[in-house]
């Protein structure tokens, strides 16, 4: 009887501590899906891109400037953050180099709220308002920060009212592409929207023409990049998706003369951008 009760309990105990172990591995699931689908600091580095932030009056949460003396544009970043009240921090040289993403911070990294996507309704509403026809870049399966930032930098160049990107399958806002940008993502909405199919034939339903860069299509020069127009750019090695190249109301193309096939994507984009703006003038 005696040894019944203790065999009971120990099976009991193991069931317990199974309980247990389920409990805390749960738990430990529960605190890495929030840590990665919630909202994470977001880094800043490099002179341009923390003084257009300031100027456009971002929230910093800390300033890092590297310890010693302050010569430059540092000292007009330094002394821009004081009057705005951001909390400034020397640190190493060493301290930075680890806090940097790119490796190129020039001696200050800005600590900031995670990077707010625009609403592209909010963005087309506001253009509307203004009495103006909308101008937009969508990007598809754009992988390289350095390409999305040097696009965002042309399509603030030529006054394009926001840039489109998935939400999977292209990079995001990173510091590579605030840096490529240099600042102009503080200027230019970037929207992130779920299905670009979906959102090309709702913009459609806006009459909005939608034009997709493809070497098949006529050329640049003849197309009608007029009114309201949204440029597809997909990615140098396989350009845009087959869905949405069929979404596309018509395809465009550069005209190449030399040996070479294909230009890089944010040259690409910005020789169309800025034909759609020759024509505005």
Known sequence: ?????????????????????????????EDRTEE??????FILEGRNAVTEALNAEKTIHRLFIKSGEIEGSLRVIVARAKEI??????????????????????????????????????????????GRKPFLIILDKIYDPHNLG????TACACGADAVIIPR??????????????????????VCRVANIAQTID????????????????????????????ALVIGNESEGISRLVSEKCDFLVSIPMVGRVESLNASVAAAVMMYEVLRRKH
């Open 36 to 41: 990665e689908e919630g909202p994470e600091d």
């Open 85 to 130: 009240g951001i909390p400034i921090v020397p640190v190493s040289r060493e301290k930075l180099d680890n806090m940097s993403e790119t490796g190129r911070h020039q001696g200050v990294v800005a600590l900031c709220p995670a990077y707010e996507y625009a609403d592209l309704g909010d963005v087309l509403r506001n253009v509307y308002n203004n």
């Open 168 to 189: 999977r399958r292209s990079v995001g806002i990173t510091a590579a592409a605030v840096r490529a940008s240099a600042g102009a993502v503080e200027h230019v909405p």
């Open 1 to 29: 009887m005696k040894k019944n009760r203790r065999d009971n309990k120990r099976v009991e105990k193991k069931r317990e501590e199974k309980r247990y172990v389920k409990r805390n591995e749960n738990h430990q699931v």
């Open 202 to 229: 709702a913009l459609k339903k806006q009459n909005i023409w939608i034009a997709g860069a493809d070497a098949k299509g006529q050329s640049l020069y003849e197309a009608p990049l007029t009114g309201s127009i």
């Open 150 to 153: 040097a696009i965002i930098r």
